[in-house]
């Protein structure tokens, strides 16, 4: 379930709204990494490369919007 609001998300900001606004914060082996939406999307190749389960939050301005630790 979490996995399809996700891609909710992600398809309002692309489609829908200023891409510009969202940041995402994954994890990258040991570390966590945070950035735009846009960048994330060039560096995962649309999700192929990076998992939406390292999807740690998704960032619209300063609010949290998604976030894998709540349910």
Same mark, same amino acid.
């Given at each position: 379930? &979490?996995? %399809? !609001? !996700? ?5 309002? =900001? #692309?489609? =829908?709204?200023?891409?510009? @606004?969202?940041?995402?914060?994954? &994890? $990258? /082996?040991? =570390?966590?990494?945070?950035? *735009? @939406? &846009?960048?994330? @999307? *060039? #560096?995962?190749?649309? !999700?192929? !490369? #990076?998992?939406?389960? /390292?999807?740690?939050?998704?960032? /619209? %301005?300063? $609010?949290? #919007?998604?976030?894998? /630790?709540?349910?």
């Amino acid at each position: 379930m &979490r996995k %399809g !609001l !996700l891609q909710e998300i992600m398809s309002k =900001a #692309i489609y =829908a709204d200023d891409i510009n @606004l969202y940041k995402v914060c994954y &994890r $990258d /082996r040991d =570390a966590y990494k945070e950035v *735009t @939406l &846009r960048e994330f @999307l *060039t #560096i995962s190749e649309n !999700l192929q !490369l #990076i998992p939406a389960n /390292r999807i740690i939050y998704v960032k /619209r %301005g300063n $609010d949290i #919007i998604y976030s894998k /630790r709540h349910k």
